[in-house]
């Protein structure tokens, strides 16, 4: 007996197939009746494997190996071929990460654009597409009868994505707007709890535990969702969602960490575990320059205890060693954050008797105008076209701090300055599209001064009003279309 082929390094599936069907012709020559899968079962012999599922799950494996090698390292070419021969772009790796999120953690900007456009596309139906929107519709507002008679009618679409960008199922909807009824129909029917999004790469879990009652969390994970949840945009796992992003919900945390969450800095901040927190400094003294995800404009530990409101946390990490003058990446100090977060009087003090001091931003989010005045006459164009401050008013902008922005705006901050927020440089009109739900009072307020919205960003290269309406903000498209925006 021969021995059998080596299996070539860059072997694909479509290649595989091909030389199959070739096999087949030359098959059928001696037996008419050859099928196409007694070509395959050859081929895969041939290479030594017992069946033609053995073989293609190797490839399978050695081309999602290779794609997510190609992921971390920014080869889009080799990332391209990957996906023209079929790679999935929903695949996660051992750390639960789609190569979206691969790209996007890294900065691999051109790579991230790919991955966009390929998890974007969307092939189906429009009578599909239509019953989807209902479905996920009824969801959303709770209408459990509606949604029973919808999935009668389509069960197949139990599980399907919805059309919007993030590609939620109707699972994920549901819990993220707490419809106790909707859930259980749900996951009576079946509903798959392991399904990730693709906005935030998370699971409907990840959506409950920062938003729906506990009941919900508690159905999801007796429906066997992923306690830990590694791998989302955030980077904070489930129980980040429920301490970290506005919120701690001390009550979902206990229960998801008696099921089997884990702490991290992050959550141990949040949760005020003062144990853990000098734990983790212990085994890893570099943590204390720890970075949150962009979502999080890239704030350290210090930061995070600022932004969350826990003074007991601010003064540990102090005495642990966190430096006070540390920025996050929009060159916030914790000290800025605090203000920014309308923080305890006693985080302000804290850090101030470390030797933080009152910037422009955190003067004018604190109403400190004396302060704020006195800085700007030192250097007005440090809110000019190129001044370091400038940043303020997109920031101010996301925190709808209409006082601020007007006060900015009547002391000359350039409207139309771009600055990087949330890995892209872009506008703080454009910023107005963004937040939940718009802002359609500053949108009006930032025209009113001279903000061009016909100015591109720089990551999508996208105006203003291209941004309210992938946002689905109507009435801020309206607005800056009455304004002479174009897209």
Request: charged content about 25%; overall charge negative.
């Amino acid at each position: 007996m021969n021995s059998p082929r080596s299996l070539p390094l860059r072997a694909n599936l479509e290649h595989l197939r091909n030389q199959a069907k070739q096999r087949l012709k030359a098959m059928r020559v001696q037996d008419p009746a050859a099928r196409l899968t007694d070509a395959q079962l050859a081929i895969a012999r041939e290479y030594g494997f017992a069946s033609w599922r053995q073989l293609k799950a190797t490839v399978d494996a050695r081309d999602r190996e290779r794609a997510f090698a190609a992921a971390y390292a920014g080869d889009l070419d080799t990332v391209r071929r990957a996906l023209d021969d079929g790679f999935n772009p929903g695949a996660t790796d051992a750390t639960g990460r789609t190569i979206h999120q691969i790209a996007k953690t890294l900065g691999h900007t051109d790579l991230e654009l790919l991955m966009r456009v390929h998890q974007e596309r969307d092939e189906r139906r429009d009578e599909v597409k239509r019953a989807v929107e209902s479905i996920h519709e009824a969801a959303a507002e709770g209408r459990a009868d509606e949604l029973q008679r919808l999935l009668d009618a389509h069960p197949d679409l139990l599980d399907a994505r919805g059309v919007s960008w993030e590609r939620q199922t109707v699972l994920h909807r549901a819990a993220w707007k707490n419809r106790l009824a909707c859930v259980r129909l749900l996951l009576e029917r079946g509903a798959n709890v392991g399904i990730r999004d693709f906005g935030n790469n998370a699971y409907a879990l990840h959506f409950a535990a920062s938003e729906a009652d506990l009941a919900i969390v508690a159905m999801l994970v007796e429906a066997g969702a992923d306690v830990v949840g590694e791998g989302d945009d955030h980077h904070l796992d489930v129980l980040g969602w429920a301490t970290c992003l506005g919120r701690v919900r001390e009550d979902v945390a206990e229960y998801l960490l008696r099921a089997g969450a884990r702490l991290n800095i992050w959550s141990a901040i949040a949760l005020g575990r003062a144990d853990a927190v000098r734990a983790f400094v212990a085994s890893a003294p570099s943590i204390l320059s720890a970075r949150m995800s962009r979502n999080e404009h890239g704030r350290a530990p210090l930061h995070h205890a600022a932004a969350v409101n826990r003074p007991a946390m601010v003064r540990l990490l102090l005495e642990l060693g966190a430096n006070v003058h540390a920025t996050d990446d929009v060159g916030r100090t914790a000290l800025t954050v605090a203000a920014a977060a309308n923080a305890d009087p006693s985080i302000l003090g804290l850090l101030q008797d470390a030797g933080a001091t009152l910037d422009l931003l955190a003067a004018v989010a604190l109403g400190r105008h004396d302060l704020a005045e006195r800085i700007l006459a030192e250097d007005a164009t440090r809110i000019g076209a190129d001044g370091r401050d400038t940043v303020a008013l997109h920031l101010l902008v996301a925190q709808r701090h209409v006082e601020g922005v007007r006060w900015l705006i009547e002391r000359g901050v350039d409207v139309n300055a771009k600055r990087v927020l949330w890995d892209c440089n872009h506008t703080a009109l454009h910023v107005t599209t963004e937040l939940p739900g718009g802002a359609i009072e500053l949108t009006r307020i930032l025209l009113d001064a001279g903000a061009d919205p016909n100015i591109r960003d720089d990551k999508y290269e996208a105006t203003v009003l291209g941004w309210a309406e992938f946002c689905a903000q109507p009435e801020i498209a309206d607005l800056l279309r009455r304004r002479g925006a174009t897209t």
